[in-house]
């Protein structure tokens, strides 16, 4: 299908003029041709009267491989979440665990608006992530989760440094630039508790050599800065400054306790920070200073985390917590709507080196966009109403009623159309009773 007419929609363009507009979008192959014109023939019509259309929403932290894992890791902090239930869970992971972990996750971002994502998976079995990706049609920068240092990190997942590079770029020439850059690939050192100063080096060069991103953890648990500390004598953020790591294609997870040093390190480097308020309150690892960061001119955008850590992979969620945990300290307006919503859309494309293809409706740019229905009582009445504001404030990722990712429907009326979702259900149950076994968790 090359052409589709998305007509009557109310607009939400998040241009540079954050226009918000009423009528027609024409997309044809992939992108997005011209936005309030006159209908025009085409080979699919969308009616979009009385409903909104967005951009896609930019999830710049998640762990596909850890859907799977929904519920079986509550009420834990960080460091005893990842190596009582996390870390043995990844390590019983087989091909096709991952594969439907994967799977489960992207239907769940696509019920609820996400079009991309920055995608950190486990050490083993990755190649199964990127045929969920190719297979779905989600736009991802994803990478093998690398682990070669750490008492505490289960002989499943410990790998030699040799090894840990030689994957990750096999994986890197295999699937960087795929599908005329929809699927992309990035480094993923887990972060410097696991990760041995060898690997950090030789992950910054290789990263600067092939151009594509490091993802990272990062000052997320005071118990994780201190045992960094402890071993390499820096707080997170001052060590990834002298190994040389930070810079513009460096994102760093949560952020949560910095100091201001490391405050000024982000800013002089223009390093991507990735807010997970969920993720945060869950764990219980803190709040971190995103208004100050803002203000500071330090790109922060958002993502959900994982599933065993949230519960859900959803941006209305995020969005809504985001705008909410930082009044308390800062006052009623210290993360608005706008921002917020910013945030998740055109702020994520542009912490990911995405800003001129996604993040925002405006014509040359790639297809990615969902369509909300603003018709049930949470989000009613819609007259004399900041819509943005309702976007952040009231509505849920039910909303959602199609998605098109690079001008492909993905999401019809809440039907996905290139998941099979009942078989991924009980695919998903059989995989995790067969990992909790083997893992030995329960």
């Excluded at 869950?282 to 500071?296: N, Q, T």
């Excluded at 330090?298 to 705008?323: K, Q, W, Y």
Aim: hydrophobic fraction near 40%; charge should be negative.
């Amino acid at each position: 299908m090359s052409t589709v007419l998305i007509k009557d929609g109310t607009i939400i363009t998040m241009n540079p003029e954050r226009e918000i507009l009423q009528g027609n979008i024409f997309l044809a192959d992939r992108r997005i041709i011209e936005i309030g014109g006159p209908q025009r023939p085409a080979d699919k019509v969308i009616d979009a009267g009385g409903r909104l259309v967005i951009p896609g929403f930019v999830q710049t932290h998640i762990h596909l491989c850890q859907t799977l894992f929904r519920g079986q890791a509550d009420d834990l902090e960080l460091l005893d979440w990842l190596k009582k239930r996390i870390w043995p869970l990844e390590a019983a992971h087989d091909e096709e665990s991952l594969y439907i972990s994967a799977l489960l996750g992207i239907g769940e971002l696509f019920k609820g608006g996400t079009t991309t994502i920055l995608d950190m998976e486990t050490v083993h079995h990755t190649e199964q992530a990127f045929r969920a990706i190719r297979d779905t049609g989600i736009r991802a920068l994803a990478g093998k989760v690398m682990m070669d240092y750490g008492e505490d990190v289960p002989e499943g997942l410990r790998e030699t440094t040799e090894d840990s590079l030689k994957e990750s770029l096999a994986l890197l020439e295999r699937w960087h630039g795929q599908d005329e850059g929809r699927i992309g690939y990035a480094f993923a050192p887990r972060f410097a508790v696991s990760c041995s100063e060898d690997l950090l080096l030789r992950v910054r060069d290789l990263a600067r050599e092939n151009g594509v991103m490091v993802h990272t953890h990062a000052s997320e648990n005071r118990g994780e800065i201190e045992l960094v500390r402890q071993d390499r004598g820096y707080r997170n953020v001052v060590y990834f400054d002298r190994l040389g790591l930070t810079g513009k294609n460096l994102i760093l997870a949560h952020c949560i306790w910095l100091d201001e040093e490391e405050m000024s390190i982000l800013q002089r480097s223009g390093t991507r920070v990735v807010h997970c308020p969920s993720s945060n309150l869950k764990l219980a690892s803190g709040i971190a200073r995103v208004p100050e960061m803002l203000e500071r001119g330090i790109s922060v955008s958002l993502g959900a985390d994982g599933a065993p850590c949230n519960n859900n992979l959803d941006m209305f969620v995020e969005m809504r917590h985001t705008a909410l945990i930082h009044k308390i300290a800062g006052g009623p307006m210290a993360m608005p709507a706008r921002q917020v919503f910013e945030m998740a859309t055109i702020g994520g494309a542009r912490a990911i080196g995405l800003e001129t293809e996604i993040g925002s409706l405006e014509a040359g740019k790639r297809a990615d966009l969902a369509i909300v229905d603003l018709g049930d009582f949470h989000v009613w009445p819609t007259e004399e109403v900041d819509l943005i504001s309702h976007l952040v404030y009231a509505a849920k990722s039910h909303d959602i009623r199609t998605v098109l990712v690079d001008g492909r429907v993905v999401m019809e009326e809440r039907r996905l159309t290139t998941i099979d979702e009942t078989a991924v259900r009980n695919k998903a149950n059989e995989a995790i009773r067969r990992l909790v076994k083997r893992a030995g968790v329960n």
